[in-house]
């Protein structure tokens, strides 16, 4: 009798696991039924959205957690009895336990890794073309490598911690290792958070014009996590550590705007009018900005004398041009048109002059000085 109830028992234990089981799997077609019904009603274009890029890429994973938790809860429904046959089974029901803990997160894991990349593709490809800055284009295919490393490690970690083994060794093997890793690669690591701090400043573009303090100038070909490509005046192509452009004071004269001032420095006789000199430098200036695509168009010449000179009077004249290279047109071609227009009207622009004064001779049989006279300067 005890035999015939003991064999009912683990049938009808046998049967209710084997139904325990059958339900999770309908329930794991109907749930991925449904993920494919709600994927066509919103799915509007070829290129998928954030829902339908979540959704798809928890349809599998999440038939496998609903499969994978029918056969543990089925398996231990089934050896859940006081049974001689199956009691040696009764020890495997940790055993199990773990197996299930490690496959759901082993399997989430992969699950976040995916969708982190698929988002980070997706925005690559619908979002980042369009902003004004390039951070993100230069920031996220770096952190798109990064990120997945850094999940499955993480989830491997926890893999381990669910069944029991310990992780501080590790973790604390992995914090020496690492220590060694960085010590190893300081100068590129150095320029790597550089690269950070250069690249999410937003500060240089590309095709601004910049000049480090007592080094290379050029035009910004490239902002990289290493290094900072230029080309030159020369066009040739510059390679600066980030390291070294975090340390030293650059100045670019494309910021805030590509507008720079452009200031012609002269000089003339002091017996020139200076009312007249200003007056045939400011008409040229306005001339010049007038004829010339490269000048800004809203912003008047201004002139002023600047300092009493060896031989002349000094003054300058600013105008502004619309970026860098304007600069050299522009003060071209006003130091022409000032050049012309004063050897038009009679100004003078004199040679450096130097007065010399000779003293009287002592006596001229000691072979004193003599003094002697000249029409023409002389220099020095």
Request: net charge negative; charged share 20%; aromatic share 10%.
């Amino acid at each position: 009798m005890l035999g015939d109830e003991l064999a009912g028992s683990t049938l009808f234990r046998g049967i209710a696991a084997a139904a325990v089981f059958i339900i999770f799997i309908l329930l794991a077609l109907i749930s991925r039924l449904l993920i494919r019904f709600f994927l066509k009603r919103i799915r509007r274009r070829d290129d998928p959205g954030i829902p339908e890029i979540i959704l798809e890429s928890m349809r599998g994973p999440f038939g496998f957690f609903l499969v994978s938790t029918g056969l543990l809860v089925g398996y231990l429904l089934a050896i859940g009895i006081e049974n001689p046959i199956l009691a040696q089974l009764s020890d495997t029901r940790d055993l199990a336990i773990k197996i299930w803990k490690v496959s759901v997160i082993l399997t989430a894991t992969f699950t976040v890794a995916h969708v982190v990349d698929r988002l980070i593709d997706w925005y690559l490809l619908n979002i980042a073309e369009s902003t004004e800055t390039k951070i993100d284009d230069t920031l996220l295919p770096t952190l798109r490598r990064v990120l997945p490393i850094t999940i499955y490690a993480a989830g491997a970690l926890v893999a381990i911690d669910s069944v029991g083994v310990s992780i501080s060794p590790i973790l604390a093997g992995l914090g020496i290792g690492g220590l060694a890793v960085a010590l190893a690669v300081q100068p590129t690591l150095s320029n790597f958070f550089a690269g950070t701090y250069v690249v999410t400043e937003g500060e240089l573009k590309e095709g601004d014009f910049i000049e480090l303090e007592g080094g290379p100038s050029g035009y910004v070909e490239d902002v990289g996590w290493r290094s900072t490509k230029i080309r030159s005046r020369f066009n040739n192509l510059v390679i600066i550590p980030n390291s070294r452009m975090a340390e030293s004071i650059v100045t670019n004269y494309f910021s805030p705007t590509p507008a720079m001032n452009v200031i012609v420095t002269c000089g003339v006789s002091y017996d020139a009018n200076l009312e007249d000199v200003e007056r045939f430098s400011i008409e040229e200036a306005e001339a010049v900005i007038n004829d010339s695509d490269q000048a800004i168009k809203d912003v008047e010449p201004f002139f002023g004398f600047s300092n009493f000179g060896d031989s002349n009077i000094d003054f300058f004249v600013f105008l502004q041009a619309i970026d860098r290279t304007g600069t050299f047109t522009l003060k071209s071609e006003l130091i022409k048109r000032i050049h012309e227009r004063f050897n038009v009207e009679g100004i003078e622009i004199n040679y450096p002059v130097r007065k010399i004064v000779y003293s009287e001779p002592v006596n001229s049989d000691q072979g004193g000085i003599f003094k002697t006279e000249s029409d023409e300067p002389s220099m020095e």
